[in-house]
Structure formats: C-alpha cells, structure tokens
C-alpha cells in the first residue's frame, strides 16, 4: 500500500491505540491534517484556539489516561507556544507526543521562514526530541518515541516532521499493535523491608503522585492506608490521584502548602512515597526533608532506577510500577494506641472539622483547621 509520510504518521498512530489528538492547523503539516480528515471517529482532532492550550490538553490527557496525550502544532512560533505545555508535562511525569512540522529537508540550516533546531529546543525540555528525515524510519521512529513516553518516569517527546518528508510516498507497513511494556514488579526482600519499616513506625506517613495508576492501583493502595490507618498526602499537582473523601486523606504537598501537611511530613519517622519525583513544590523548597539524606526514614518507590536517590537517599530504594507495588502490599499490624499511635489517627485527633455540616466524613485538608 503506497501512502504518504503524513498518512503513514496517522495510520501509525491508529495502530498503536491512539483515539484523540490536539492541536493547531498549520502548512507546515499539511499532509498529516489531510490524513486525519479521513479518520473521524478512529482518530479525532481536537481544535484548540493556541498551541500552548492544545499542548496542555495533550498532557493532561496523558495525566488522566496513561496513554500518551497526542499534540500537532506547526512550526517555529507554533512550537514555541507548545514548548510551556512541553515542560509542564516534563515536570508532572505526562506521556505525551509532540509533532512539529519543520522546513523542507532542502532548506534546513539556512534560517529558513521558521526554522528550529527542535533537538536545541526540546534537547532540556523533553525525555526525547528527534527529527524524522527519512518516511522509511517513521514507524521506527513513532514506536521508539511511544515506548519512551511510556516507560520509566513518564514524559513528552517531541518529533520533528519535515515538510517534504511528510509528503514522500512510501510502501512501508504502518505499524499495526498497541506497544505493551510491563510493570515492573517491587522485589520480596524490598516489599518485606518496606512493611517492617511501616508496622514499627510511630508516624508513619504515605507519599503519592506521579502518573499511570491505574483504578485497581489506586483502590489497593487506599485499602491498605485505611486498614494500616496511615495518612496519606499527595503531591503537587496529584491530589486527585486517590480519594479525597477517605478516612485517611489529609490533604496535598503542594503551593500554599497547609501547615497541618507540613507537621505530618516533618514529624513524619516514616515516609512511604510512591511514585513520586520530590520536586520543589511538594518538598516546600527542599526544607521538609534534609538534602541529601532526611532524618525521616525514606521509603521511596518508583518505577525509573534514575529517580530512586536523585535528590534524597532513601533507606529502601524498590523500583517498581506504582500499581504492582499497591497490590503486592499487605495491611501492617496495629502496634500502638492513643495519640502516640498511628498519624492519621493521631491527625483526627489533632483537628476539628470545620465545615458548615460538621460532618468530618471528608478527609479533606482544606476544610480542617486546628
């Protein structure tokens, strides 16, 4: 089958799973907008009023999905206005892709109308910026860049699209199965370490972000909060993330951090964070936990080797995928009673509910006071 390089980009995209898709119209990718003319209802573009805005839709539909959020803007000032959406995505651990259109491949180096070096741009910003030059490599290309928002820590990749390219006819397959990767699983002697550290803490606390949970994951993590009775705070950006209205939810890590937040990672002996990438936000600067190593013992988890121990030396450093690293969890011992015992329970004892029902049957950290 003969189709261009912007058919081939699409089909591609249909191929591994892709539904939805955002971004502006521009010359630069014209071929690619004629190909999902022809894809209504496999694969739908999303009309935004700027790219900045099309970008931030893409990312935070990676963020609720755990798929990669799909972005199409043009190049030069196109680019740049999606670039904001880039490194928000970067710094929220988004999947996300980025499609750019680009000069000609005969034209490139000569500060052609709009041109970037999208590998200078993006180098910084993104897990991964390349640029496509040959439409042979594209689906190779697409794949690589997929897998790479996907995995480990997840994040955007940029790919650039040069015009002539885009519009070269090729009879290579599109790429036509969904790229699966597994969830790396914490190991026995890690999880064992981990709950013995828990069931002897006295405040303990549990730390939660990042992205790809999955329903399952997240009930089984809440499951074992409440049946452990451990506070739990999300990061930055994350607090929907688990269930605002649980028992054991105190609220987020976050701007204008409340001061009840700040005592409990302080007091803290024990944090349990899980998927977490402890920026300056849910650290309150850096200064709730001592850099490089805390006096709170620090169970850090996540599925990336590169962010176990990047900034804070953890006592137990598991690398695995938030939801296998939920499930294989297992309720610790009750050990300790009254207000030396377990934090939430020692935070429910602390503060009031101060809502006009009085109900206290929220958990929310914003409608507790002291």
Not at 74 to 92: C, E, F, K, L, W
Not at 293 to 311: F, T, Y
Request: hydrophobic content about 45%; charged content about 20%; overall charge neutral.
């Amino acid at each position: 089958m003969s189709r261009n390089g912007g058919q081939l980009l699409v089909d591609c995209l249909i191929g591994l799973g892709a539904t939805k898709s955002f971004g502006v119209p521009g010359e630069s990718y014209l071929a690619v907008l004629d190909a999902l003319h022809d894809t209504a209802g496999a694969l739908d573009f999303v009309l935004c009023r700027n790219e900045s805005g099309a970008a931030f839709m893409a990312s935070a539909y990676g963020k609720l999905t755990g798929r990669p959020g799909i972005c199409f803007v043009t190049r030069g000032p196109g680019a740049t206005n999606a670039s904001i959406g880039v490194h928000t995505a970067m710094q929220d651990s988004s999947p996300m892709l980025l499609f750019v259109g680009q000069v000609g491949s005969s034209m490139k180096g000569r500060e052609a109308f709009q041109e970037l070096d999208y590998r200078a741009v993006f180098g910084t910003m993104a897990k991964w910026a390349v640029e496509c030059d040959d439409v042979a490599r594209l689906p190779e290309i697409i794949a690589r860049a997929w897998s790479t928002a996907l995995s480990g820590r997840p994040g955007p990749v940029v790919i650039a699209l040069p015009e002539d390219m885009l519009t070269t006819k090729t009879d290579v397959p599109a790429l036509d199965r969904p790229v699966r990767i597994a969830e790396p699983a914490p190991d026995a002697s890690g999880l064992a370490e981990a709950l013995s550290l828990l069931a002897a803490a006295r405040r303990p606390v549990i730390l939660i972000g990042g992205a790809n949970w999955t329903p399952d994951g997240r009930a089984a993590l809440q499951a074992f909060a409440e049946s452990s009775d451990i506070p739990v705070v999300a990061a930055f950006r994350y607090q929907d993330q688990f269930d605002n209205h649980s028992s054991v939810f105190v609220g987020e890590a976050g701007v204008g951090m409340l001061p009840h937040v700040k005592v409990l990672i302080l007091d803290a002996d024990v944090i349990l964070a899980i998927n977490v990438r402890f920026g300056e936000m849910t650290t309150d600067g850096y200064t709730l936990l001592s850099v490089p190593n805390p006096s709170q013992a620090l169970i850090h988890v996540h599925a990336s080797d590169r962010e176990l121990g990047k900034i804070y030396a953890p006592v137990v450093a598991i690398q695995a995928g938030p939801n296998a690293f939920a499930k294989a969890l297992t309720p610790v011992k009750e050990q300790l009673v009254g207000l030396a015992g377990r934090g939430a329970r020692v935070l429910r004892g602390r503060l009031r509910c101060t809502c006009p029902t009085g109900s206290g049957r929220h958990g929310r950290g914003d409608q507790l006071a002291a």
